[in-house]
């Protein structure tokens, strides 16, 4: 399998999760040492996220595929809360939809967001995900589902990595279609 | 065919004619960073291999959220950022100067720029005409090191205002109610343009409000045209040279017409723990409250204070109820106090804390206890905002917090008018 083909085990989370469930503000003094902050990934919203995520990952055989409802990453702009969610361990993240900076961030990190009706994944499913098709299959149920294509330009920055990688190798932004 | 207002602007800005939809790339004419997203765009920055501002001039860092620090990292954080500006040669607006997006109304966004900065309510400049829009640390840094920044160009909104606010009716009345008419997410990605017969007598201050909160939908930008009010505020603030006239073109093309007539709100809040959970004030009056705050980039403006300062004027607090009071910047604390408004104010028992973010975002100022209720004149209460998950925040108007803090419950504020 490579980087665009990949297989993966869902934690589920609910609609509405902000950025401030993500990583609350009373850890803003953290926000310079990632990895005390991540240890507080939405440790109020969902309680052993970080954890459970760090068992899956420590298995090595899937990566941890986030699965969100609506309108994940709500709020403020801090890119960390995807920062400290990658460093969680996650190697995706499924939404129905997500909030417009926090997708922007994700992606700025390499860390791919993909948009789909999450309501037929359940906690636990084993995903398979296609990035450059687009297609999700939930090996647990067998149902397909696909999702919207992200513009070029950011499909760009995520093949190299995330947004700094990109700029560091182009010196520049270039629109391609 | 017409162009909306975020097409017009964009066209300008990407030196092409650009439409709901396309992705362009736009040159950035100011960008910021605030005390906690900016050490990370810093260290975006040197990683991105650039070592200088593509134009210092026109890049501002602002210490406001944690102002003054209340721990060690944080001050660390500000040193870093202090000597960035120096090693650069940007703007610094240090601690005690004000929130980011008051000093970028009162200093900088003029009608038809693009403005980016690391905070979600940078949004509030397109009260000036400006297409402000948050982004994170990445994307600043790259707007810091290039001077320029790519767009997918969004759909607009257009947002239709007749009518006049009645007493005891305020620009946050409006947003309130708009945010649970549209909801936290039916804005995604959109423009949010404001129009109508009302905007001839809605200040700046008024529309820094209702842009501010634009992102609580949801929305990209939050964008007002510009008129004679727009012209007098730039000229009171030394750059009238910078005001343009800006309008959408008749015949743009709007996703949604969203009508209202201000004739008929009422007093509104949000209630624990979203902000499109949003109901009259007389339908949750009787809340018990321990902190009401007066004050962030939404609501901590002259006008703000005025309201606030009449309503508690010789008064006092509730005695279970703080009040707590952060003008957004030191010009707007300098008039309230030689208005009289902050000598009203602590007469009341209130508590004047520094120009800044203070208790808005949860680490210092105000921060909450074990099942304390806050009614804010913040823009969000997510739990665990003012830095609790087991406290409850409601947000209202600046007239509906003070009310309230004179009962210790949720009052409506027309019952002091």
């Keep these: 399998m490579s980087d665009l083909v990949f297989k993966g085990r869902a934690i589920k989370l609910a609609d509405n999760i902000s950025t401030d469930d993500i990583i609350p503000g009373r ?8 990895p005390e902050l991540a240890k507080h990934v939405l440790e109020d919203a969902a309680p052993g996220f970080a954890s459970k995520a760090k068992a899956l990952s420590a298995t090595g055989e899937a990566k941890v595929i986030l699965v969100a409802g609506k309108n994940l ?5 801090r890119e960390h809360a995807p920062v400290v969610i990658k460093m969680a361990g996650v190697g995706a993240i499924l939404a129905r939809s997500a909030a417009r900076i926090f997708f922007r961030n994700a992606i700025n990190q390499g860390l791919p967001v993909l948009l789909c009706d999450t309501d037929r994944i359940g906690d636990g499913d084993e995903l398979e995900i296609n990035l450059t098709s687009g297609k999700i299959t939930n090996l647990s149920s067998g149902i397909a589902l696909t999702c919207g294509k992200m513009p070029p330009i950011m499909s760009a920055i995520l093949k190299e990595g995330g947004l700094i990688p990109y700029v560091r190798k182009h010196k520049d932004l270039v629109i391609t279609d | 065919m017409g162009k909306t207002l975020a097409e017009k602007i964009l066209s300008v800005k990407s030196h092409c004619e650009a439409e709901a939809g396309d992705v362009v790339i736009v040159d950035v004419d100011l960008a910021f960073i605030q005390d906690t997203t900016g050490p990370l765009t810093v260290r975006r920055f040197k990683e991105s291999g650039f070592e200088a501002l593509a134009r210092p001039q026109q890049t501002v860092i602002f210490l406001d959220h944690a102002a003054p620090s209340p721990a060690q990292q944080l001050s660390n954080d500000h040193v870093l950022l202090r000597g960035f500006g120096e090693e650069t040669g940007c703007c610094i607006y240090d601690v005690g100067e004000g929130i980011c997006h008051q000093l970028v109304a009162e200093n900088f966004a003029s009608p038809g720029d693009v403005v980016v900065g690391a905070d979600s309510h940078t949004i509030t400049a397109g009260a000036l005409g400006a297409f402000a829009t948050g982004m994170g640390s990445s994307d600043v840094a790259v707007a810091l090191a290039l001077g320029k920044i790519w767009l997918r ?7 239709n205002l007749s009518g006049a606010f009645a007493r005891g009716v305020y620009a946050k009345d409006l947003v309130l109610y708009l945010i649970g008419r549209i909801g936290a997410d039916g804005a995604n990605y959109k423009a949010l343009e404001f129009s109508g017969e009302a905007l001839a007598e809605m200040t700046i201050s008024e529309r820094l409000t209702v842009a501010n909160m634009a992102v609580e939908a949801g929305a990209k930008v939050g964008l007002f045209p510009t008129d004679e009010i727009t012209r007098d505020f ?6 009238g040279d910078k005001y343009k ?8 093309n709007y996703e949604q017409v969203i009508s209202v007539n201000l004739d008929q709100l009422e007093p509104m809040l949000s209630l624990p723990h979203a902000v499109d959970n949003v109901r009259p004030v007389a339908q949750v009056k009787g809340v018990r409250i321990q902190q009401a705050f007066i004050g962030t980039c939404t609501n901590g403006r002259l006008e703000d204070l005025a309201v606030a300062a009449e309503i ?3 008064k006092d607090r509730h005695p279970t109820t703080r009040l707590l009071i952060a ?7 300098i008039q309230a106090m030689e208005r009289g408004y902050i000598q009203a104010l602590v007469g009341a028992g209130a508590i004047i804390l520094p120009p800044g973010c203070a208790a808005c975002l949860g680490l210092h100022q105000g921060v909450l206890g074990d099942d304390e209720v806050c009614l804010s004149t913040a823009n969000r209460n997510f739990r665990g905002r003012m830095g609790n998950p087991e406290a409850e925040i409601y947000l209202a108007s600046p007239a509906t917090a003070a009310a309230s803090a004179i009962r210790g419950e949720i009052t409506d504020p027309r019952e002091f008018m």
């Design chain 2, 153 to 159: 160009v969004p759909e607009s909104f257009l947002i």
């Design chain 1, 27 to 34: 850890f803003a003094h953290l926000r310079s040492n990632l």
């Design chain 2, 245 to 252: 006239p800006l309008s959408a073109d008749t015949g743009a």
């Design chain 2, 234 to 239: 730039l000229r009171e603030h030394g750059r």
């Design chain 2, 312 to 314: 508690v004027e010789g």
């Design chain 1, 73 to 77: 990453g709500l709020g403020s702009s």
């Design chain 2, 327 to 333: 003008p957004a910047s030191r010009q707007v604390l």
